[in-house]
């Protein structure tokens, strides 16, 4: 499974957009980018996941470059819930489990 | 539904001692996962499971057994307990290989004195 690299940390305004990227310059061609997220002392919550299209949800979109070397998660109001770990996983459609690192950790604040 | 549980929440344990976490899901999930989380640091994965009566080696397995002999359980087994297996411990099921989407219990807090 490729590597991917995030930030630490960000903040983000309440109510404007938090635009998470990720880098995973490794990608193959049927990996796919998951996107988790980890409120505090709770178990992970799957976001969104997308392979070379643009991807939205009721939760995020997910924009994924052309070359597919990178991406970004766009919470675009985000609120206080929305503080977490963020965590960026490139897995291929036929694996057998993914390979969590450690992530951006989302500070929204008012 | 009641998605992933996990029996128990707490506990703690004294070096040497065993113990067995649950896992359960009513989602009909063919894959479940256990991950141990450290202060500080992203998900480990121990064990996984493809399907009941399956069993396969995660990133950090040492120290640690399990068993899936029902489908829609998964239990974590600690032989002989290290202070080093202090952690956060999750469990997680996804329907099966191609829907990697994962859904993850509460969590038990496990130290080891």
Same mark, same amino acid.
């Given at each position: ?13 309440e ?17 796919y ?17 997308? /392979?070379?299209?643009n !991807?939205t949800?009721e ?5 994924? +470059? ?10 675009p ?5 929305? &503080?977490?770990?963020?965590y960026?996983i490139?897995?291929? *459609? ?8 450690t992530? &951006?950790?989302?500070?929204v604040?008012? | #539904? ?12 004294? &070096?040497?001692?065993?113990? +067995? /976490? ?7 999930? !063919?894959?479940?996962?256990? *991950?141990r ?8 994965l ?5 399907g !009941?009566?399956t +069993? ?8 640690? #057994? ?12 600690l ?19 191609g829907?990697? !989407? ?8 496990? &130290?080891?004195?």
């Open positions: 499974d490729a590597k991917t690299t995030q930030p630490t940390s960000m903040d983000c305004a109510g404007r957009a938090a635009n998470l990227p990720c880098n995973h310059s490794t990608i193959s061609g049927n990996e980018v998951y996107w988790y997220r980890q409120i505090h002392s709770q178990g992970p919550q799957y976001i969104i996941h997308g /392979l070379k299209n !991807e949800n939760m995020a979109s997910l924009i994924i +470059t052309e070359d597919r070397k990178s991406s970004t998660l766009i919470l109001h985000a609120t206080l819930r929305d &503080t977490a770990v963020y960026c490139a897995g291929a *459609y036929n694996t057998d489990k993914l390979i969590f690192g992530g &951006t950790r989302l500070q604040f008012p | #539904n009641a998605g992933v549980t996990q029996t128990p929440k707490f506990r703690v344990l004294k &070096t040497g001692q065993s113990m +067995t /976490l649950l896992c359960a899901q009513d989602m009909n999930h !063919e894959y479940m996962y256990w *991950y989380q450290d202060p500080g640091m992203g998900l480990r121990i064990h996984y499971s493809v !009941e009566g +069993t396969a080696k995660g990133e950090v397995p040492d120290g640690y #057994n399990v068993s899936r002999l029902k489908k829609q359980n998964f239990l974590l087994g032989e002989s307990a290290a202070p080093s297996q202090t952690s956060v411990y999750f469990c997680a099921s996804s329907y099966y290989r829907r990697n !989407e994962q859904y993850f219990g509460p969590g038990t807090r496990l &130290t080891v004195t």
